[in-house]
């Protein structure tokens, strides 16, 4: 870098200082670009949440239950893993009917889409609707939860999305 002549600095500088001033421009013209966008790409983006979130848990649980199934079906396992394998696979199943089967009723109420999730003892209703969610409309969905899951009230959290 000693040996480095100033003229050649001063254009390596020159560069430098060009390309930020590019960056930063480009930075710039899609920030807007973005942000002009943004009105149109929010009710997409809800609709891909949805459908995303199906396809990621209808994947995670076929693996869940290949996954049991393997035990089940080895003979490397003890009876005792095996059983312990069925009862498991058998909890997974009823709760993928008691998902199914609640957002359904859910989406029969009216609400354009639902998903639930659950996080130890809570339950999250995720709620897609054309119109605005109001005390109503939530103690309607806290109730179908409610009498799917057997659950407190309190363990219901709901989420919504226009």
């Given at each position: ?57 209808k994947a995670t ?102």
């Amino acid at each position: 870098m000693k040996n480095m002549s100033k003229k050649k600095k001063i254009i390596i500088l020159s560069v430098m200082i060009a390309l930020l001033l590019i960056t930063g421009y480009v930075n710039v013209a899609l920030n807007s670009t973005i942000s002009n966008g943004a009105a149109t790409t929010t009710s997409t983006t809800y609709a891909n949440f949805y459908s995303a979130y199906r396809a990621e848990r209808k994947a995670t649980r076929t693996e869940e239950i290949q996954f049991y199934d393997s035990i089940i079906k080895g003979s490397e396992y003890s009876a005792e893993a095996k059983a312990e394998a069925e009862q498991n696979k058998l909890a997974l199943v009823k709760l993928m009917e008691k998902e199914l089967a609640t957002e359904g009723m859910i989406r029969g109420k009216g609400f354009t889409d639902a998903i639930i999730t659950m996080s130890g003892d809570n339950i999250n209703v995720y709620v897609k609707a054309d119109f605005e969610i109001g005390k109503a409309e939530a103690t309607q969905i806290g109730a179908i939860v409610v009498g799917q899951f057997g659950v407190e009230n309190e363990k219901v959290f709901i989420i919504s999305s226009n």
